[in-house]
């Protein structure tokens, strides 16, 4: 298992197009992957999970991965997180 805390710096935080990037990245891999803010966890490759966690800039979060290639995961999906550009695919 990777844990990884991170502070968003993507302008608009994990919010509509950022949070659909990130979550077609988190979905390119085996790990399952999970996203805590507070107490509230939700499952890094759910629309629905991600936007109801209320992920703005400068929050600080906890990303989990846990399989088979969790450290590629956690190491790609937190460049993602730390950049200041919103990437679309």
Same mark, same amino acid.
Request: hydrophobic fraction near 40%.
């Given at each position: !298992?990777?844990?990884?805390e991170?502070?968003?710096? *993507?302008? /608009? ?6 949070? +659909?990037?990130? =979550?077609?990245?988190? /979905?390119? #891999?085996?790990s399952? =992957? ?7 966890? &939700? *499952? &890094?490759?759910s %629309?629905?999970?991600? %936007? /109801?966690?209320?992920?703005? /800039? ?6 989990? +991965? ?6 590629? &995961? ?5 460049? #993602?997180?730390?950049?200041? &550009?919103?990437? =679309? !695919?």
């Open positions: !298992m990777v844990v990884r991170i502070t968003i710096k *993507n302008r /608009s935080g994990l919010q509509s197009k950022s949070a +659909a990037v990130f =979550i077609q990245k988190a /979905s390119g #891999y085996k399952d =992957i999970w996203v805590e803010k507070d107490e509230r966890k &939700a *499952n &890094a490759k %629309l629905l999970g991600l %936007l /109801s966690l209320g992920i703005g /800039s400068g929050t600080r979060i906890k990303v989990t +991965a846990e399989g088979e290639d969790e450290t590629e &995961a956690a190491e790609e999906l937190e460049k #993602y997180l730390i950049s200041d &550009a919103i990437e =679309i !695919m």
